[in-house]
């Protein structure tokens, strides 16, 4: 079974990720993938696994996904372009029993303006979605995101729970620029990408938007060597957990 799509170049999201470079969050793409397949198995599809993206993919490249029935309740899945490999995993219509990571709040109780790291970041514009740093230390990193109504990933008006993945990709990378500056190191990164899902599971279908000025992102790093780095993370709002997961980002710092 299959079925292809498309992430137009116009998506609000691709102008500021990244500059002069438009890639596919990996946000955006799976939560195109989901709708997609949750439209062709008649079901809602709330959690990923085993998720790895294995190649970028740009603004307008016709992405062909074939996908079978791993179990009552799960689908596994191939996105191809051209026929290369872009992503595969499997997604599910349950959450599972595990419980949302305990993260401590980090040694540093200071807030740190987002902006400036986001000048050794490649992300300008709305997709800038981190307001401020409230607590980080080596191993933990806490976050309060801009308002949730400015976010560019936004589909008809809605701002899916897969959206989580965005905000917590670039609260890793804040913390990796952060622990780079604390050891003596320029803290630049000229890229950084998800390139593995552990786990990712959506406790609601949509993150709230009304009446919120910001969600908390927390994370902590599990294991990490050059280049690449796995976090646990949640998203959370009014101290209720919405998303949570198991990510693995790769980084590539920036050449002077």
Request: overall charge negative; aromatic content about 8%.
């Amino acid at each position: 079974m299959s079925f292809d799509f498309i992430i137009p170049a116009e998506h609000p999201a691709l102008a500021g990720h990244f500059p002069e470079k438009p890639i596919v969050p990996g946000a955006l793409f799976l939560d195109t993938l989901s709708r997609a397949l949750g439209q062709h198995v008649g079901r809602h599809l709330c959690s990923a696994k085993q998720l790895r993206f294995t190649a970028p993919l740009l603004p307008m490249q016709e992405v062909s996904v074939e996908y079978t029935e791993k179990t009552a309740s799960d689908y596994r899945f191939t996105a191809h372009v051209d026929g290369q490999p872009v992503a595969k995993g499997v997604l599910s219509t349950v959450t599972g029993s595990r419980s949302p990571p305990l993260i401590d709040r980090g040694e540093h109780a200071v807030t740190t303006n987002a902006n400036a790291l986001y000048d050794r970041l490649p992300h300008e514009g709305d997709i800038c979605l981190l307001d401020s740093i409230t607590d980080y230390d080596s191993q933990n990193i806490y976050c309060l995101t801009k308002k949730p109504t400015t976010c560019p990933l936004q589909h008809e008006a809605n701002l899916s729970a897969w959206v989580a993945l965005e905000y917590a990709a670039q609260a890793l990378a804040c913390h990796g620029i952060l622990n780079a500056a604390n050891s003596g190191e320029s803290g630049s990164i000229s890229s950084a990408w998800i390139i593995g899902v552990k786990y990712l599971h959506c406790l609601k279908d949509f993150l709230p938007q009304d009446n919120l000025e910001a969600y908390t992102i927390a994370a902590r790093i599990i294991a990490h060597q050059p280049g690449i780095a796995s976090y646990e993370f949640s998203l959370s709002a009014n101290n209720t957990c919405l998303v949570f997961g198991q990510l693995n980002v790769a980084f590539e710092k920036r050449s002077h």
